[in-house]
DNA sequence: GTAGGTGCAAATCTTTTGCCGAGCG
DNA sequence: CGCTCGGCAAAAGATTTGCACCTAC
């Protein structure tokens, strides 16, 4: 069975090994952003003779072909998400780490404004929004 | 000569020692966004004796009291900057590792409703455009 | 067969921390 | 004088890399 991940390595010209085949596999099915770290623990179920070192140059290189977006948000360990058809932006919420995507328009469009204004060609941006659940005020624990 | 950042030293009752002198002063004539390394190179220039070590739980408790803030971008060391009167965001020029600071209130506005819409409140957020000079095709180094 | 990939351990880089002597209030 | 600080070195956490062996193509 080959993913469109494989399909994407091979058209890259990376040789499609049984970890990358893995890893493939797990990113195909992540609807989360996983870190370097869960990678590895997923890939290793299946085998667990894998080594992180791996996994971390696998990710870089599918992040350096474009493949695979990294995520550094505030503080700990990178996250990467598959490079979707539609770019979007993150809500974090921080009471559980939870990450939802999503996209407006407008936004996008005053921050080529804005660029502009200031004598720049946008090129790329990174929007976060930190926020906590509405309806819930659970006094959980903090971080 | 005492400036701002000492006199936030004293009201959140932090000691006033040397180091925290210099690296307060370091601080309050400081127009760029520097990082812990560069924040040590300047006041090691007045006082060759200070460690990292104490620039990096300076900031960190400067950081706490709400007296800085910490900024993370793409890569590398996180970098500091005076808490403003007025919040702002960043464009990185991304051919000099320039930041110039800007605001936009429709943004803001249109980020709460994006948090509402989601279920969430708003707390903080991030916003980073990157971007090169509009005019000037400078065919420098990259990086 | 060979260039590229992997495992493993050690190295790097950034940031934090334990310990203890020192200085601010 | 007591409690907070600072220096130093070591630890910790994330990521990278050197090397020798391995394998996809």
Redesign the interface.
């Known amino acids: 069975m080959t993913n469109r991940i494989e399909t994407q390595c091979r058209a890259h010209g990376l040789r499609l090994t049984g970890q990358r085949r893995l890893i493939a596999q797990v990113l195909a099915t992540a609807t989360d952003h996983p870190d370097v770290y869960e990678l590895h623990r997923r890939v290793s179920e299946r085998d667990p003779h894998i080594n992180l070192a791996t996994v971390y140059r696998t990710m870089k290189r599918l992040e350096s072909e474009g493949i695979v977006e990294r995520q550094?948000f505030?503080?700990g360990r990178s996250r990467y998400e598959r490079v979707s058809k539609r770019h979007h932006d993150h809500?974090i919420?921080?009471e559980t780490g939870a990450v939802?995507e999503?996209k407006?328009a407008?936004?996008e469009r005053?921050?080529e404004l804005?660029?502009?204004e200031?004598?720049?060609?946008?090129?790329?941006?990174?929007?976060?929004?930190?926020?906590?659940?509405?309806?819930n005020v659970s006094p959980r624990k903090n971080r």
């Open positions: 550094a505030r503080g809500l919420d921080i939802v999503f407006n407008e936004i005053l921050q804005v660029a502009r200031l004598g720049y060609r946008l090129v790329s941006h990174r929007l976060e929004l930190y926020a906590v659940p509405l309806a």
